[in-house]
């Protein structure tokens, strides 16, 4: 309702790393296509109760939009035993819990014979604040709406 009458700036994650790492993530995955496999691996801070993490599925997310497909029906959230061989297009997702660690992303594309890994390590909690400000700034004037982190950081078209 607020977006009637404001610029509204929403997103999973104010990180304006993370949203770029999105953004990498979505054009990697449109480019290399369902032949190269993807992983998402996150690790976060012992006491974290979520998994995987949002800031994961979001990347998830990215790299369905990237592929043309929905996320629901190629994630892959656990493997464990004797589980055959990986279906082709699956987005599997790996979750790491210990110590205090804010949070490391990283989306792996498995290709033959080759391998890109895009990451992000959130080393202070200040970077979702300072990406919520950034995102404030950039609304101030603009036509009431919608908007995302990847229209504040110019992404919305790549």
Do not use: C
């Amino acid at each position: 309702a607020a977006a009637r009458h404001a610029a509204v700036v929403r997103s999973g994650n104010m990180s304006l790393g993370v949203n770029l790492l999105a953004g990498f993530a979505r054009q990697a995955a449109r480019a290399l296509g369902p032949a190269w496999d993807v992983e998402i691996v996150e690790m976060h801070h012992r006491a974290k109760v979520d998994a995987p993490s949002g800031t994961a599925l979001m990347l998830g997310e990215a790299v369905a939009e990237g592929r043309g497909i929905a996320l629901a029906e190629h994630a892959v959230r656990s493997r464990d035993g004797h589980v055959g061989a990986r279906a082709e297009g699956a987005i599997g997702f790996a979750t790491l819990r210990g110590g205090t660690v804010v949070g490391d992303h990283m989306v792996i594309l498995a290709g033959p014979g080759e391998r890109v890994e895009l990451g992000h390590r959130a080393e202070d909690r200040m970077i979702f604040a300072r990406g919520a400000v950034q995102a404030a700034l950039w609304g101030r004037g603009r036509k009431p709406g919608h908007y995302a982190m990847a229209d504040v950081l110019g992404l919305s078209d790549a």
